[in-house]
Structures are given as structure tokens and as C-alpha cells.
């Protein structure tokens, strides 16, 4: 089984990908590529497509039209078992009658490697659980099968290891210590890791290119900063953290940046961050680049007036509130507890304001609430 | 008394459990007791402890003979019906094909069929066909209605198969046959081992439909009902609770494997 | 693109090579035998005695059911008995194992099973003896006065019933522990908490969740007790004789091979259909 095919290596493209079952489109002309040796996330709601474009790449379904390549090597129609893609499933399949040690050696001892013992303890030490080689799988606790499941796929050294959704299964606390040993283990073995995930938190830790999907499609693709300081569609500014965004209309342009009025205010927007179409666009603040002061405080750069605290929420680190402006939206203000001055209260009258460079300006005729309801924390 | 009173209704359900297993148990106790009764023919009232038909299990005349003919049309029952069974669980488990709600009919019928009506009408068509009853007539007959018990249990357990093991061990590089031989099967195997007990007790137990066609050959629950007229000897009841003990110990050592396979213990 | 086309053709015949064997087995053993009954149950004697020619009277089946009335009846009054006796025996043993036997479950289980492992015709006849004229039970009841001294227990529909019940009781404990054990604890514990007290909780909540395993222990005791005949034969008299002691005698006994085809088509129509209306019924189609 060691043939050409399984030695490829290279960049992973996947070019007009696409998969229907039935009427439905699950994954809709797709192109792709994920550099080698990148830690890539797909990231999107469940129902996105992410999972079919994984199983795709694994051979596990086949995709309708479109081809998928691994450097020169076009894998779309071979077998599972025939790639040099590994995969750690989702609730992890490790086998149940198989020891640790024999599950680990499975994929070596089919390709008819001789050397397994040394390189199932070398992969055993590098998940850190040396003692359990002689265990039973359901002997084991969730996180340590986890590192199981992804110490049977890294021994065999893919061109390409997926994760799908690995960490789901874990409790907070073990899935973001997970997150960080999977970025090391990473770094570590210099594998590509494409990782499926619907937690956008879990993407951001790990991952050096984010693709977020929705409807079979990609929204946006690029580095976590990026995606999340620019984004350039409503669902992504909503999936990825939480965004107000506000109906304005550009109405002149000063140098680099829009003027924008937003009824009745006039604010300044960075025209490299602004994706509007025509005049008319959402203006996008993230909650934490707004200040919040009583009305009347002196304030700088794009300064919004006439808000009503409706609803405080102290959560320590910092107070989040809900502030009601006179055009009827409810826009979320995050404040870092960091001043040692007490929270404003419900009631107060108050001024936001926010450095103009934070502003983002997605097309006008979007829906401002696309993709923050798909903010499920489980599928 | 109050307590007392608590006490019995919490305790109900237990208690009625106990009276349940005693009901269950009394016929096996009585057998296993008049095992040793010391008696040559009939074996109703008790005339003292002997060890000697536990000795001489083959003492009563026929008894072994039929004993024999039970378990070689039980073995042999049990591995055809076993195989049958199973590909047909797995191409109900595993595939999309038509006529499938006819294939699971022709499963259930039966199951949902009178034994008598099965005994008389495989009878019929093997006079109707010239075929004279015997022992490949009991095997055929056996087979025929053990197949539908394997294919039930078989498919329970492979509706209950997680498919991404499978799907794990193609993507370790197992090709079809690989997968099948070191994942499918060793997986599937405690169903087919429950299938094929199940078929056995069925096969070794089974007399209306072997009476009918059995011509003359012999089986062991023949051998009790004819001389149950009679008076039936005390190696009846040896042969009855040694199978007791070693289709207990069969099903206690599967469980024992069972929960090493899993690492329980 | 004729290679994948192959190779689509043999995944689409797959199942059916699958199927081949057993299928053919079941048609060859267990339909035609069905059909070869139905046509042997429309014929009328020949020259010879035993001998029997196709004259498509189906007026046999009338005939045959004129003359089995009693037992044909007899046959599903004492079955549809000792099923329902063997629910009301089944269901709280069936609990108290999947609820309430902790660590001993297991062992419970393989103790139900277990006096099925004896053979079904031995713990019968230890019935016999153990109820009979001999046996100690009666001795003691005669002592007490329960019983004349001319009363017996044996060759009474009492014991017929009983004996019934007691044979099949695996096959009814066995299916509702299963689907017992499926109920989550919780939904019984939540009725609790929702103003249910426990005989609410049993008949809301834990009874229905354990309808597919009463209909399969009923049915899996039901069909085999209604076509039984050997513990009316060993445990009844003349008067407590079922259908299938009618069929085993015109087979083997009368050779009226005609008119015991025809009984044999009747209990199986018969039950047939009442399995189906009660399927239907209890809404659990999906045991098909």
C-alpha cells in the first residue's frame, strides 16, 4: 500500500468541490487551498457543509463533481485507505476490542511497517500516556482517549491529519488545555491539521487560517485577527464574537475614510475596512472597542449620543451592557472593570464613542442578523 | 409494625422477584434432585441418594442414542442456520435494496407461525415429494426455523455497530477485507456467538416439529416424551441437568470473555 | 467509466447474494411446504386408505373446523390465559431486574434463561409428577382438606393453563426486560416530580415506554402456546384437548392428512391475523 499516492505530499487544493444529496447542496463549488504543514480550521454552524467537505477529503463520501489533490497527486476517487490522510473522528472510534498499543498499531502493521513497537511508545510519549499501552479504550477517561485517537493518527505521519470536532466531547476546562496540546503536538510532528469545528473560540486558539462556512459555501477566509477585526459579511462578524452593526449611508469621503451618517450622527470609517457596495452600509462596532461614559462627558472620535442604559450584566472581568439608542436598537457595550470606578446603572442616560480605525462597513443590503442565531455552543 | 409495614412494600418488588425465581426453578430443582434417585424404572416416587445414574448416564436403554442424534442435529443445525442467518442480517444491516419489507416478512413469518403448522406442513410436502423423514429431514427443518431467531439477534447487534469503526479502520489503511476480518467481525462476534446459543437451545429443544419429521431416527426430547407414558428413568434427568450445568457454564464463561474483550476486569 | 459502472452493478447485487442462501432455505422449507398444505387441504380420499386425490373441496375446511370447534376455541381461551398470566408474572420479575438488582443484573438475567437450558419436555413432565398423583403437593393439600381426597391437580385444564404459562415465561420476561432497561430512570424520576405518585408514574410513563416489549413477550408466548400440545397431553385429560392435539392425531394418528392441512391452514390464518391486528394495534409496526 505504500504506492506513489500514499507518499504525496505538498499543498491540499480542493478546487469546484461539491457534493448534493438529493436536492440538497451540502458543500456548493468549493475551491481550497490549505498550505502544507498549516494548522487550518473549517469553522461554521452544524448543517454548514464543513463535516461533508472533511469526509471528502478522507474518502468517506464522494463528492459530486470537483477534485480534490494533495500536492501533484489527484486523491478524489481513491479509496480511504489508499490517501495519506488520517483522520480523529468525532467521539474518537477507537476500537473497543483492540488494547491501546493495538489500536495505535493498526494503521502501521496494515501498511506492513516494521518497526511498530518503537513507534507506538515514541507516539505514546508524545501524548503523554506511556502507561496505558496495556488498557482497554473504555478504561480510559474522554480527554486521554482523545489523545489516543490522535496519537493512532499521527503515527502514521499523514501528508494530511482532520480532526473533526475533537474536542466536542470534553468539558470546558479539559478542552482548552486539549487546545493548547494540539497546537504544540502541531508545531511539534510539522503535520498539515485541518480541523472542523463549530466553536469559534476553539478555532481562534488554534488555528493559523480560519475558512468559515455557511451553506456549503466560504464566507471569508484568513487569519483569526483578521476575520475578526475585519470581517467582510454580517455572518461572519456575528459568528466570530459578537458585532453591533448600525444602517448608515456614506455620504463623502475625507482622504482614506468614509463619513458616514447614522441618523443623524456623522462618523469617520477606514475605507480599506469598508465592503459596502453603494452608499448604503452597516456600520460595524465590536462591543469592547466602544466607551461608555454618563452623557455630557467630553469624548473623541466617533461619538454616538442619546443612549439609555436598558439592562446591566456584571460579569467581573468586565460589565456588559445594554444601551438603547433613540432610533430603537439595542447596541452591547463590553467595559473592562479596570478603572475602579462603580458600573453605570440601569436608567442612565449615556455617550458612546470608539477610535474610528475599530470601524468595519459590511454591504447594506445584508441581513445585520445573519449567522448570529447559528451561535450554537453544541451542534 | 408501622415499620414493618414500610418496610414490605418497599420491599415488594423484591420479594416478588424471589417468588418469581422460585416458580421458575421448581421443575430444575425437582429434575436435578431425581437425578439421583435410586430407581430403575420408573422414576416417580423417591426410594433413596444413589450416584448411580450420574455413573452410568447411558444406563437406560436408547437414551444416549437419542441423546446423540440431538446434539449432532443441533451442531450441525446450529452452523448452517448460523451462516444463513448472518448474511442475511447483514444484507438487511448494511444495504439498500428493494423488496426489503418483503425479505423482512418472509423473516417474521416464521416466527409468527404455530410449530405444529410448520411440523405438518414440511411433513406434507416431503410425502407429497416421496421423501422419507430422518435425519436430514430434523436438519432442514431445524435450520428452517432457527434462520429468522440468528437474523434478528445478528441484525440487533449490527444496528447497534458504530459505522465510523469501520470507517476509522479504512482510513488506518484496512482495505475491505482487512476491516471486515479485524473490525466488523471481531465486533459482530458476541451477537453471532448469542445467535448460534440461541439456535442451539432452539435445535436441541425442539420436539413438535421433529416429531413430525423425524421418521424414525431418535432425538432426546422424543425420547422423554415416549417414555413419559411409561415412567421416565433417572438418566433422563441426569442428561437434563448436565446440560443445565453446561449451557450455564457456557453462558457464564461468554460473559467472563465478553467482559475481558472490554477490559472490565 | 464501464469499470465504475461494474462496479456499481456488483454493489447493487451484493445484498441479494447475501440473501440468496437463507431465502431460497425459507422458500424451499417454509413456503412451499405452506403451499404444498393449502393444496393437500382441498383433496378427498382415494381408492386407498391413506391415499388422497385433488378434488379442490373446500368444503374440508368447514368440515374440519365443524369438527374442531371446541378445541380450536379451547386452543386461544387457555393461551390468550397463560399469556396474560404470564405478563402479570413477567412484567415486576422483568422490573425488578432492570430497575432494581444493582450489580446482580447480569446474573439475574442468565437465571431467567436458565431452566430454559433443561429441556422443555423434562421440566413438563416434572410438572407432572410434581403436581401428580404421586407428588408431594397434592399429599399436602389433601392433609389440609384444600383438596377432596379424590381431587388431583393433573389432568385438569388448571394445570394445562399453568403449564403453559410456566413454559413460555422466558419468552415473556426476557423481551420486556429489554425494553425496561432502555427507559432512562430519569423520565420516571421527572414524573415524580411532576405530581405523578407511582401508580400514575407506572401507567403514564413506564408502561408505555415498555409497550414493544409487551407486545413481543405476548406474541413470543401467545403463538407458540396457541398451536401447543404437549402440556395438554401430558398435564390435561380428554376434555382439555387443544388444536394442535387435534392436528397431531389426524396426521399421525387417523392419516387424515386432508383434514389436519386444513386445521393446520385455519390456526395459522387465524393467528396471523390477530398478530397483525394487534400490531397494528399497539402501534408497533416496526417489529416487522
Known sequence: ?????????????????????????????????????????????????????????????????GTINIGKTDITYQKPYQRPVNTVFQNYALFPHLSIFENIAFGLRRRGIKDVKEQVDKVLNLVELPHLAERKPNQLSGGQQQRIALARAIVNRPALLLLDEPLGALDLKLRRQMQIELKWIQTEVGLTFVHVTHDQEEAMTMADTIAVMNEGQIEQMGSPADLYDNPETAF????????????????????????????????????????????SVLVGVRPEKFRIQPAGTQMS?????????????YIGVSTQYQVEMPWKQELMVFEQNDDGVPPLSKGDAVTLSWEPIFTFGLDGKEDASAGSEAHPDED | ??????????????????????????????????????????????????????????????????????????????????????????????????????????????????????????LTMFLNFGINPGFATIVIAHVMFCISFVVVTVKARIASLDPRLEQAAMDLYADERETFRRVTLPLLA????????????????????????????????????ISAQRGLPPQANVIGASMFIIALGVVLLGQFVGRRRNGAI | MALVKARLNRKRLWPYILLAPGLIWLMAFFVTPIYQLLTTSTQTPGVNIG???????????????????????????????????????????????????????NTLLVLVVAPFFTSFLLRTVAWQQILGEQGLVIKVLRGVHLLGATGH??????????????????????????????????????????????????RKVTLPLSMPGVVAGTLLTFIPAAGDYINAELLGNPSTKMIGNVIDARYLQIVDYPGAAALSFILMVTILVMVMLYIRKAGTEELL
Not at chain 2, 420408573?42 to 452410568?56: A, E, H, I, K, Y
Not at chain 2, 416478512?105 to 403448522?117: G, K, N
Not at chain 2, 458476541?190 to 432425538?219: C, Y
Not at chain 3, 370447534?69 to 404470564?86: C, H, K, N, P, W
Open chain 2, 190 to 225: 458476541p451477537g453471532i456467538a448469542g445467535a448460534a446459543l440461541l439456535a442451539f437451545s432452539l435445535s436441541f429443544d425442539d420436539f413438535i416439529i421433529t416429531n413430525f419429521n423425524s421418521g424414525n431416527v431418535n432425538t432426546f426430547p422424543k425420547f422423554v416424551y
Open chain 3, 51 to 105: 391415499d388422497y386425490i385433488q378434488t379442490y373441496r373446500f368444503a374440508n375446511f368447514i368440515d374440519a373446523i365443524v369438527g374442531a370447534r371446541a378445541q380450536f376455541l379451547r386452543s386461544f381461551e387457555y393461551a390468550f390465559i397463560a399469556t396474560a398470566l404470564g405478563l402479570l408474572i413477567s412484567y415486576p420479575l422483568a422490573y425488578a431486574i432492570a430497575f432494581k438488582s444493582g450489580r446482580w443484573k
Open chain 1, 236 to 279: 461572519v462578524a456575528n459568528f466570530l464574537g459578537q458585532s453591533n452593526l448600525i444602517k448608515g449611508l456614506i455620504e463623502s469621503s475625507d482622504g482614506g475614510s468614509n463619513i458616514v451618517s447614522i441618523f443623524g450622527h456623522k462618523i469617520s470609517m477606514p475605507k480599506s475596512r469598508s465592503h459596502a457596495e453603494d452608499a
Open chain 3, 153 to 202: 391437580l393433573t389432568a385438569t385444564p388448571f394445570a394445562v393453563v399453568a403449564g403453559l404459562t410456566y413454559n413460555f415465561l422466558p419468552f415473556m420476561t426476557l423481551p420486556l426486560y429489554a425494553s425496561l432497561e432502555r427507559i432512562d430512570p430519569r423520565t420516571m424520576e421527572a414524573s415524580g416530580d411532576l405530581y405523578a405518585n407511582a401508580f400514575t408514574t407506572f
Open chain 1, 1 to 65: 500500500m505504500t504506492d506513489a499516492s500514499t507518499s504525496a505530499h505538498g499543498d491540499v487544493i480542493l478546487s469546484h468541490l461539491t457534493k448534493s444529496f438529493g436536492d440538497f447542496v451540502a458543500v456548493d463549488d468549493l475551491s481550497l487551498v490549505i498550505p502544507e504543514g498549516s494548522f487550518f480550521a473549517l469553522l461554521g454552524p452544524s448543517g454548514c457543509g464543513k463535516t461533508t467537505t472533511l469526509r471528502m477529503i478522507a474518502g468517506l463520501e464522494e463528492p459530486t463533481s
Open chain 1, 301 to 313: 472620535g466617533n461619538i454616538l449620543n442619546g443612549g439609555v442604559i436598558s439592562d446591566v450584566s
Open chain 2, 1 to 122: 409494625m408501622k415499620t414493618a409495614t414500610r418496610w414490605f412494600s418497599r420491599n415488594l418488588i423484591r420479594i416478588y422477584a424471589v417468588l418469581g425465581f422460585t416458580y421458575l426453578f421448581i421443575p430444575v430443582l425437582y429434575t436435578f434432585v431425581f437425578s439421583f434417585n435410586n430407581s430403575t424404572k420408573s422414576n416417580l416416587v423417591w426410594r433413596g441418594f444413589t450416584f448411580n445414574n450420574w455413573r452410568n448416564p447411558c444406563g437406560a436403554p436408547d437414551v444416549c442414542n437419542a441423546l446423540g442424534n440431538s446434539l449432532k442435529i443441533g451442531l450441525l443445525s446450529t452452523a448452517i442456520a448460523t451462516l444463513l442467518g448472518t448474511l442475511i442480517a447483514f444484507a438487511i444491516g448494511r444495504y439498500a435494496f428493494k423488496g426489503r419489507s418483503l425479505v423482512n416478512m418472509l423473516i417474521f413469518l416464521p416466527m409468527a407461525t404455530p410449530e405444529i403448522v410448520m411440523g405438518a406442513s414440511l
